[in-house]
């Protein structure tokens, strides 16, 4: 009987998120990742669709790290009839619970609040879905140790690799019927301010290879000189800096590297406002596991009391009436939603206030327009003029650039048979096509959303 692998692109697919791969086999069903659209709005609305494939035939999730473009689409999943497992690193599932049960949250308020205020144009809104939802979901996590190969069937094994990039998240490799599969996850870079390197692939038969930053190096910028000048006109100025960022490992970084400025005296004692419900839970994840990271307990500790950590939206509200100087980080990275959007309302259209971008920007998101320099931008229905100073660091970001992702593939030791470019807008989708033909002459395939290969192995 002919055996082959059905491959479902159902998302990462010509676009950057979305992440969720489904293998059809005549053993078992797996679901590479399940994650939420983000970025333009033809997008988000993918999300209220259901998968066009059979969801109760799904056996098991895998799930390489727990950003929400890789795991906010699985209460969906159950509410379409998934029942099985749901498996990744024990720091990836404490990543993902915080993150689905956050999210689901913003998902209740923002409905309940659109339906106050009357702008949306559904009756009623309705949450994407609920902490409920959440929390039954949460009940089918099942956490695996990394490097150990996992059986799954008597023909199919798997195997989850440290990754950098976020604390628990790995690259995975399947077996099956003696054919190596690849899902690169996101690739974290080298010599990172709290990670790990990533581990590489040795052998992959079909490589599934991210490719947010296919087309570009991250520039060689002095991150702590820049955030000390940018810290210093701040004061100067008599202004606030706010920093948009992301929950998981770059609110971590950025709390450490201004503990260290702060340490060797490059910048006064200002005071910082970490602003992230979530962010806060993160960091109990770098408490409970040590051994994924780089930081000392002491380092750990010294960092977290070097901040101001805000509670309650009462204290977002007391942190905005602060006259002081100050740093706040808040959520969400992109600025599509999440404390921050508090703080923009109220002082973006302040002269003295700097915006300062750190993380990739999706196209469609807020983050993304800031960066390209709108005048105006809207919160909850309405239009705020943009009077900040808005700058950006490139350099923080947590995705491999295209030198790192050659790297990474370079100790492959066979010729796979096909490598898809997954996880990328169409630009960078179609350079790392050609810098992967030219450097190692491999077979390159870009899918499209909802493309599906049959592959006989």
């Given at each position: 009987?002919e055996?082959?692998?059905?491959?479902?692109?159902?998302?990462?697919?010509?676009v950057?998120?979305?992440?969720k791969?489904?293998?059809?086999?005549?053993?078992?069903n797996?679901?590479?990742d399940?994650?939420?659209?983000?970025?333009?709005?033809t997008?988000?609305e993918?999300?209220?669709?259901?998968?066009?494939?059979?969801?109760?035939?799904?056996?098991?999730?895998?799930l390489?790290?727990g950003?929400?473009?890789?795991?906010?689409?699985?209460?969906?999943l159950?509410?379409?009839?998934f029942?099985g497992?749901i498996?990744?690193?024990?720091?990836?599932?404490?990543?993902?619970?915080?993150i689905?049960?956050d999210?689901?949250?913003?998902?209740?308020e923002?409905?309940?609040?659109?339906n106050k205020?009357?702008?949306?144009k559904?009756?009623?809104?309705?949450p994407?879905?609920?902490?409920?939802?959440?929390?039954?979901?949460?009940k089918?996590f099942?956490?695996?140790?990394?490097d150990?190969?996992?059986?799954?069937?008597?023909?199919?094994?798997?195997?989850?690799?440290?990754?950098?990039?976020?604390?628990?998240?790995?690259f995975?490799?399947?077996?099956?019927?003696?054919?190596r599969?690849?899902f690169?996850g996101d690739i974290?870079r080298t010599?990172?301010?709290?990670?790990?390197?990533?581990?590489?692939p040795?052998?992959?038969?079909?490589?599934?290879?991210?490719?947010?930053?296919?087309?570009?190096?991250h520039p060689?910028?002095?991150?702590?000189?820049?955030?000390e000048?940018i810290?210093?006109?701040t004061?100067?100025?008599k202004g606030?800096?706010?920093?948009p960022?992301?929950?998981v490992e770059?609110l971590?970084?950025?709390?450490?590297?201004?503990?260290?400025?702060?340490?060797?005296?490059r910048i006064p004692?200002?005071?910082?406002?970490?602003?992230?419900?979530?962010?806060?839970?993160?960091?109990?994840?770098?408490?409970h596991?040590?051994?994924?990271?780089?930081?000392t307990t002491?380092?750990?500790?010294?960092?977290c009391n070097?901040v101001?950590i805000?509670?309650?939206?009462?204290e977002t509200?007391e942190?905005?009436?602060?006259k002081r100087?100050?740093?706040?980080i808040?959520?969400?990275?992109?600025?599509?939603?999440?404390?921050?959007?508090?703080y923009?309302?109220?002082?973006?259209?302040e002269p003295?206030t700097?915006?300062?971008?750190v993380g990739?920007?999706?196209?469609?998101?807020?983050?993304?327009?800031?960066?390209e320099?709108?005048?105006?931008?809207?919160?909850f229905g309405?239009?705020?003029?943009?009077?900040a100073?808005?700058?950006?660091?490139?350099?923080?970001?947590?995705h491999?650039?295209?030198?790192?992702l050659?790297?990474w593939?370079k100790?492959?030791?066979?010729?796979?048979e096909?490598?898809?470019l997954?996880h990328?807008?169409?630009?960078?989708?179609?350079?790392?096509?050609?810098?992967?033909?030219?450097?190692?002459?491999w077979?390159?395939?870009?899918?499209?959303?909802?493309?599906v290969e049959?592959?006989?192995?």
């Open positions: 009987m055996k082959f692998v059905k491959v479902n692109f159902l998302g990462a697919s010509s950057v998120t979305g992440s791969f489904l293998l059809e086999t005549s053993e078992q797996i679901l590479i399940c994650g939420m659209f983000q970025g333009l709005k997008l988000r993918l999300n209220w669709s259901n998968l066009p494939v059979d969801v109760k035939s799904i056996d098991i999730v895998l390489t790290h950003h929400l473009d890789h795991v906010g689409y699985l209460p969906r159950l509410k379409q009839g029942r497992k498996v990744g690193t024990a720091p990836t599932l404490a990543i993902a619970e915080i689905l049960k999210s689901a949250k913003i998902h209740e923002e409905a309940e609040k659109a205020e009357k702008y949306t559904h009756k009623p809104a309705l994407f879905y609920t902490v409920e939802e959440a929390e039954q979901t949460i089918l099942h956490s695996e140790e990394d150990k190969w996992i059986s799954l069937t008597e023909n199919i094994s798997y195997r989850f690799q440290y990754n950098g990039h976020i604390i628990g998240a790995t995975i490799e399947l077996d099956i019927n003696g054919k599969f690849v690169s974290g010599n990172d301010y709290l990670l790990k390197n990533p581990k590489t040795e052998w992959a038969d079909y490589l599934f290879i991210e490719s947010t930053y296919g087309n570009k190096l060689k910028e002095d991150v702590e000189t820049i955030l000048d810290i210093k006109e004061i100067n100025r606030n800096l706010i920093i960022s992301f929950a770059r971590q970084t950025l709390m450490y590297i201004l503990w260290q400025l702060y340490k060797q005296r004692n200002i005071p910082i406002f970490i602003d992230s419900p979530m962010g806060n839970n993160v960091l109990d994840v770098f408490k596991f040590p051994n994924w990271h780089r930081l002491e380092e750990y500790y010294a960092m070097h101001n805000v509670q309650s939206y009462r509200w942190t905005i009436d602060d100087s100050k740093i706040v808040a959520g969400s990275g992109m600025v599509t939603g999440g404390r921050v959007l508090t923009l309302q109220q002082l973006i259209d003295s700097t915006v300062l971008l990739y920007q999706a196209e469609g998101t807020r983050g993304r327009q800031l960066k320099g709108v005048h105006e931008i809207r919160f309405k239009y705020y003029l943009v009077k100073t808005i700058k950006t660091i490139e350099s923080l970001s947590a491999a650039d295209q030198e790192d050659l790297n593939m100790t492959i030791k066979n010729i796979p096909m490598v898809y997954i990328g807008e169409p630009t960078a989708l179609d350079a790392f096509r050609t810098k992967i033909k030219n450097t190692y002459g077979h390159v395939k870009i899918p499209q959303l909802t493309d049959k592959l006989i192995i």
